[in-house]
């Protein structure tokens, strides 16, 4: 039998813990690997080059979607499947997994016997999404946001004033200004806490 070599990114360690010895016991499972960030799992798969990633939305460094973005350029060789598994019920976080590539999108919440089966689900090459949430998708809003308009949006929603939010992400302060500007714009509020708080409701960040 094949055995299904999946790598478990979830930031909360008993969580992942938990996921881990939940695939470990399938007999048709190994848990090749665990990382608690996107930057971590995406230097991990360089390495180990597993059939499935298993990955939480908000994290670190860099979140599960930019992960599943980061690695659809190494589907095109038999790279790995990627199953997006989250606290977030909003179609606006399905669509953008799906728009970077993503194989699979399933809620926390679900009975655990519906993990193992997406994961062979999706390493046959089948696409696996909660069911409610498929059928919202189509009436979700496009997210208007660039991924900078995002990285800015979030850093504040931290609180974090625009020097700051530059001397993180590498940038001039009138550049994030720039940014921050164009988000409330698209959104329609009228200052950078308000647009977070939408672009958060909306699954957007």
């Not at 460094?61 to 909003?90: K, N, Q, S, W, Y």
């Not at 519906?114 to 062979?120: E, F, G, H, I, K």
């Not at 089948?126 to 900078?148: F, I, K, S």
Request: glycine share 8%.
């Amino acid at each position: 039998m094949d055995r299904i070599r999946v790598v478990v990114v979830e930031d909360q360690n008993m969580v992942r813990g938990a996921l881990a010895a939940l695939l470990a016991i399938e007999p048709d499972i190994d848990v090749a690997g665990t990382a608690a960030d996107g930057q971590a799992a995406l230097e991990l798969c360089a390495g180990i080059r597993p059939d499935v990633v298993l990955t939480d939305i908000e994290m670190p460094r860099m979140t599960g979607l930019e992960l599943a973005a980061a690695l659809r350029p190494a589907r095109g060789d038999d790279g790995p499947r990627v199953i997006i598994l989250t606290t977030f019920a909003r179609p606006g976080y399905l669509r953008r997994a799906l728009d970077a590539g993503a194989a699979g999108y399933l809620l926390k919440d679900a009975p655990a016997d519906r993990l193992a089966d997406a994961v062979r689900r999706v390493h046959r090459g089948l696409r696996v999404v909660d069911p409610e949430l498929a059928q919202e998708v189509w009436a979700a809003e496009p997210d208007p946001l660039t991924d900078r308009e995002r990285q800015v949006l979030r850093a504040a929603e931290e609180g974090l004033a625009s020097a700051d939010i530059a001397a993180r992400l590498r940038l001039s302060d009138g550049t994030v200004r720039n940014y921050l500007s164009e988000a409330i714009s698209k959104l329609g509020v009228t200052n950078r806490i308000e647009a977070a708080r939408l672009a958060r409701q909306k699954g957007w960040l």
